[in-house]
């Protein structure tokens, strides 16, 4: 878990805020932050899904799930371990072909 | 409560004389005056506001310093080209017509438009139809993300979330239609020494409907100041014809019909008007949401919306930034 949120930590600070991310702490909004317009959610989707093998419902895309790296990292965590439930394979995350 | 808080309904109620004479006056200043050009050129679309900013244009300059130019594509409606030139009729203004389907089939257009379609709809091809859209900002409790929506030659409809890569393709291949529609009117703008008319109303402006260079380009811009309702209570005035006011307000830009609510505001556009001004005035969601007859907690959304999208849009309506502002420059 600590490996995921830095992980996603990482790409959120990459890709958001252009390596700026002093001062941007893990429970801070996106969206308050002005971090992410529409096209920004689908590029959080598109990474999530590919990194992590995963498949988000529509019912899934809501703030509550992908607004903060902390809501992330749960998000996802649940979302690898029930993926990984249903097929009985190895985490996601843990694979080393897993690829960005 | 705030005593001399206005409704929104009152507020939005304009004085058509009086703005149609202010508007009109500040069109000559512009034309005439600070850029010394001989008339305007406006695109027409057949909707309301290309079609007000044209009656304004032949109000201020003389119809005989306005042209009216009409710009269909392969996807464009039929009904576009029809109701632009009854808008040229009723004025008696020159027109011309340039369909530029031949420039956008060179680009690559649509050939980059499908093969982005391809990503998500990997059938799309021959035959078919399509247009991407938004869920309604107060109904949909999840981000507003687009989709797109496809017809198949034989009817069936299919409605599949887009990816970043295929959304950016899509829009970055339409694109192509807005801003080869603007390379043509400064085309006759330079033929004729005229200026270039922008049509976009408030919200347009506002939230950042428009493509840069491409619609969002223009030398003067008649109508950005006025909310859709006012932009209405305009054209009754002006005499637009009934046809081209009681049109549903569409993009233009699809294959399948799209209006500019499923594309951009994904609300209602009177109700956006509302919550756009309510937004503008500081009004408490509450009072907001009476007038456009939606609950607070809409409102809200609808709020936050706008401040996302503004906060997203700012880059399209920077004008080019100089890196030194010093010196004489203007």
Not at chain 2, 13 to 18: E, M, V
Request: aromatic share 10%.
């Amino acid at each position: 878990m600590p490996d995921l949120q830095h992980e996603l930590r990482s790409y959120i600070v990459e890709n958001y805020l252009f390596g700026q991310g002093d001062g941007f702490r893990d429970g801070d909004s996106f969206w308050e932050l002005g971090l992410m317009d529409s096209t920004g959610v689908l590029e959080l989707i598109s990474y999530l899904e590919e990194r992590y093998a995963i498949s988000l419902e529509s019912s899934e895309i809501v703030p509550e799930n992908l607004d903060s790296i902390e809501k992330l990292t749960h998000f996802v965590s649940r979302k690898v371990e029930d993926s990984n439930a249903s097929s009985g394979g190895t985490l996601a995350t843990d694979r080393p072909g897993a690829s960005q | 409560m705030n005593p001399v808080a206005i409704s929104p309904l009152d507020a939005l109620t304009i004085n058509p004389a009086r703005e149609t004479e202010w508007i009109s006056t500040r069109i000559a200043e512009i034309v005439f005056g600070e850029f010394k050009r001989k008339g305007a050129v406006i695109g027409v679309s057949g909707g309301i506001d290309s079609s007000v900013v044209a009656f304004l244009c032949a109000r201020a300059l003389g119809k005989d310093r306005v042209l009216v130019l009409f710009t269909p594509e392969a996807d464009s409606s039929p009904d576009s080209l029809r109701l632009g030139r009854l808008v040229a009729d009723s004025l008696g203004v020159t027109h011309a017509v340039e369909d530029i389907s031949g420039i956008l089939r060179a680009a690559g257009c649509y050939e980059r438009r499908d093969n982005a379609i391809r990503l998500v709809v990997p059938e799309y091809g021959e035959g078919y139809k399509s247009k991407i859209v938004l869920p309604n900002v107060t109904e949909a409790r999840e981000y507003a993300i687009f989709s797109v929506v496809v017809q198949s030659p034989d009817g069936q409809i299919k409605k599949v979330r887009l990816t970043a890569k295929a959304y950016l393709g899509i829009l970055a291949a339409t694109n192509f239609k807005q801003r080869t529609r603007k390379m043509m009117e400064y085309h006759y703008a330079d033929l004729l020494q005229y200026a270039v008319a922008g049509t976009p109303n408030r919200l347009e402006y506002d939230l950042g409907f428009f493509v840069k260079n491409g619609d969002g380009a223009a030398d003067f811009k008649p109508i950005a100041h006025l909310y859709k309702s006012q932009v209405y209570q305009l054209a009754e005035y002006l005499g637009v014809p009934e046809e081209i006011r009681r049109r549903v307000p569409t993009t233009d830009t699809y294959s399948l019909e799209q209006s500019q609510e499923e594309f951009y505001f994904s609300l209602p556009l009177e109700k956006m008007d509302f919550c756009l001004y309510g937004k503008n005035s500081g009004l408490p969601a509450a009072d907001t949401a009476e007038a456009a007859g939606l609950t607070q907690e809409q409102v809200e959304r609808v709020y936050r919306m706008i401040e996302s999208t503004r906060k997203a849009t700012r880059y399209l309506r920077s004008n080019p930034i100089l890196v030194n502002m010093k010196g004489d420059l203007e």
